[in-house]
C-alpha cells in the first residue's frame, strides 16, 4: 500500500466530510455552525491543496483547481464571519449566518467533485 495515496485520498475525503459537517444545519441559526469547524475546514482543506501541488498530471490539475476553488470559498465565510463578528455593530445575524453556509457550500461542491474525481481515477488506474 502507498502510503502517499493514502494521506492524498484521505485528506480529500476529510476535507469534505468536515466541510459537510460545518455545511450540515439550519443555514441561518448560528447554534447550528461553530466557528472551530468552518477553521477546522479550512486547515483541512489547505491541506489537501498543498499535497496536490505535487501532481503534474491532467487530472491533478482539476483536481487543484477544485481545491483552490474550495479553500477560496472556506476563506471567504471565514473573513465574512470575522467582519460580522468584530467590526459589524450587530454581530453574526441570521443573514449574516446564512450567507456564510451558502459560501461553504461552494466549498462543499468543490470537495464534492474532487472526491468524484478521486473515485474515478482509481477506477480507471484499476483497470
Avoid at 455545511?23 to 496536490?52: M, Q, R, Y
Avoid at 468584530?86 to 464534492?112: F, K, R
Amino acid at each position: 500500500m502507498n502510503f502517499e495515496k493514502v494521506s492524498f485520498a484521505f485528506f480529500v475525503v476529510f476535507a469534505l466530510t468536515i466541510n459537510f459537517g460545518f455545511f450540515i444545519g439550519e443555514i441561518d441559526n448560528p447554534a447550528h455552525h461553530h466557528v472551530f469547524e468552518l477553521f477546522a475546514a479550512i486547515v483541512i482543506s489547505l491541506i489537501a491543496t498543498v499535497i496536490k501541488l505535487g501532481d503534474r498530471s491532467h487530472i491533478g490539475a482539476v483536481l487543484l483547481a477544485t481545491s483552490l476553488v474550495a479553500d477560496i470559498h472556506l476563506l471567504v465565510a471565514a473573513i465574512i464571519w470575522g467582519v460580522a463578528e468584530h467590526i459589524s455593530v450587530d454581530g453574526v445575524t441570521t443573514e449574516v449566518m446564512a450567507t456564510i453556509v451558502s459560501v461553504s457550500g461552494g466549498a462543499l461542491i468543490a470537495n464534492l467533485t474532487s472526491v468524484v474525481l478521486l473515485v474515478i481515477e482509481t477506477v480507471v488506474v484499476r483497470r
